[in-house]
């Protein structure tokens, strides 16, 4: 009995260990990740490497600052623009209704502008260490320069919303007109799951969306939290002059495409962190453990493949989808995003690609994610990319029926696979030589 409690008191004790806050002394700062100390490798790193030794220069535009000259160095779509007025980030006195804050994405990186703004800030994404933060002051210089930034960023940026590791957030709640969060009206976090009707709060969203609902482009007043609920001057927007001076930005949208795939990108960035954190995590503490009691080096413990299998599942379900959120009518956007997104996408024999949009009911075409040709993926731990290839194998041939994956018709898990067998290199054997499901 006594030895039972004992044995509770420990695990309660771990598990407060692994649920504290994810601030700076999480376990991300200490070895084997040394978050703090380690050096990134990322576009951004690149990037002023390049500018460092001259090969590269950055462009200063009196109206933009460094943002145009930015997005072109990096290859980030203008069009990907996304407009968020609630004053929940860094430079939250900058922001409002009037003055939003422009957010732009590809597969690698974000960027984020306000009007006025000190510094552009940039989330990037780094295969060893996760995301990676920086900022670029908007101030004209001989040698503009990417600074890394930790703990002005991980505060927001690493916490449950996140899964514990550092990363990106996306929200949707109700702001005031001066884009005040009023958080007793309810807040959430937005990923692909997450219904329609529940999204964009504190964003705008132009394009269309047939009969469905959602709380973008609206404000309430403090006192009339009931509002809420009427979002009909707010739905099938396509121009929002009338609400914000739109010259003022790059575009005059806000595109609902790209908000709908920033918000799966941003689930299945985090996951992939997670799960490279994860295994390197498990695995070093495995060696510390069997360096402490004798065993063999490299001995596999049971506690280190339940790890990696867990992440690697989480990451699975994010990469296929499951419980997207479905969607109940034709979207449409206001700027050529989508267009410009499904172009660039790797096509197989057929002209398919994991970057065709479906948009009457789910996202997708073919719901696997274009991230799988991601540096970040291909750069996992060796035991995490081996466990995950075999997982989506399993689950696209059928072997792996569990009801979390019904949303995969036979048809669509055929597609996925030939698609990425005509896409994809350096893919294990057996997907290779495989028979096609
Ligand atoms: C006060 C909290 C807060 C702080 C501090 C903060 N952010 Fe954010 N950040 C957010 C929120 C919330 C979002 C989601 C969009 C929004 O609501 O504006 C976001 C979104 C972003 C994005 C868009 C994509 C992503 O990664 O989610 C970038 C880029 C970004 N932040 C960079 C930074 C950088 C760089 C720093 C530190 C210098 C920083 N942020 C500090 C709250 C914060």
């Known amino acids: 009995m006594t030895k039972r409690i004992e044995f509770r008191y420990a695990i309660s004790a771990i598990l407060i260990v692994v649920s504290a806050p994810a601030g700076a002394a999480d376990g991300f700062a200490t070895a084997p990740i040394n978050y703090r100390d380690s050096v990134p490798e990322n576009c951004i790193s690149r990037l ?67 009007q006025a703004g000190e510094v552009l800030e940039v989330s990037a994404v780094d295969p060893e260490l996760g995301t990676v933060f920086y900022t670029l002051e908007q101030k004209q210089s001989d040698a503009p320069q990417f600074e890394r930034r930790i703990d002005k960023c991980v505060i927001c940026h690493s916490s449950s919303r996140t899964g514990g590791v550092p990363g990106h957030v996306v929200r949707s709640l109700f702001v005031d ?44 007043s403090t006192n009339r939290l009931a509002e809420r609920s009427d979002n009909s001057q707010g739905h099938n927007i396509e121009d929002l002059s009338d609400r914000f001076r739109v010259d003022k930005y790059l575009t005059p949208h806000s595109d609902i495409v790209a908000l709908m795939v920033m918000e799966h990108q941003t689930l299945v960035h985090n996951r992939l962190t997670n799960a490279e954190f994860t295994t390197r995590k498990a695995l070093y503490h495995e060696q510390t453990l069997n360096d402490s009691l004798g065993n063999d080096p490299g001995t596999r413990l049971e506690s280190t493949t339940q790890r990696i299998h867990s992440a690697g599942d989480r990451l699975v379900e994010a990469l296929l989808l499951v419980d997207e959120a479905a969607l109940s009518g034709r979207i449409r956007g206001t700027s050529e995003y989508a267009n410009q997104f499904a172009e660039s996408g790797r096509r197989d024999a057929m002209g398919r690609s ?84």
């Not at 980030?89 to 422009?102: D, E, F, G, N």
């Not at 219904?195 to 482009?217: A, E």
């Not at 291909?378 to 399993?394: A, I, N």
Request: aromatic share 12%; proline share 5%; hydrophobic share 30%.
């Open 48 to 114: 002023q490497s390049g500018l460092d030794s001259g090969a590269k220069k950055l462009t200063y535009d009196a109206d933009y600052g460094y943002l145009k000259s930015v997005l072109t160095s990096l290859s980030v779509p203008v069009e990907s623009q996304m407009l968020v007025f609630s004053k929940t980030s860094l430079q939250r006195r900058r922001i409002s209704p009037r003055t939003p804050r422009a957010l732009y994405f590809n597969d690698d990186v974000y960027i984020g502008y306000c």
């Open 354 to 437: 994991l970057r065709d949009l479906e948009l009457n009911t789910r996202l997708f075409q073919y719901p696997c994610s274009y991230l799988i040709y991601s540096e970040a993926f291909d750069s996992l731990p060796g035991e995490m990319r081996t466990y995950v290839w075999q997982q989506l194998w399993d689950v696209l041939t059928g072997e792996e029926t569990t009801e979390k994956f019904a949303h995969l018709s036979s048809a669509d898990r055929a597609a996925i696979v030939e698609i990425i067998r005509g896409t994809k290199n350096g893919l294990p054997e057996y997907w290779t030589t495989g028979p096609t499901p």
């Open 177 to 220: 007109a001066k884009g005040q969060p009023q958080f007793s009206a309810g807040s959430r976090n937005v990923d692909h799951r997450t219904p329609i009707k529940d999204r964009w709060g504190g964003w705008y969203v132009t394009g269309t969306h047939g009969s469905q609902t959602h709380v973008g482009n609206l404000t309430i």
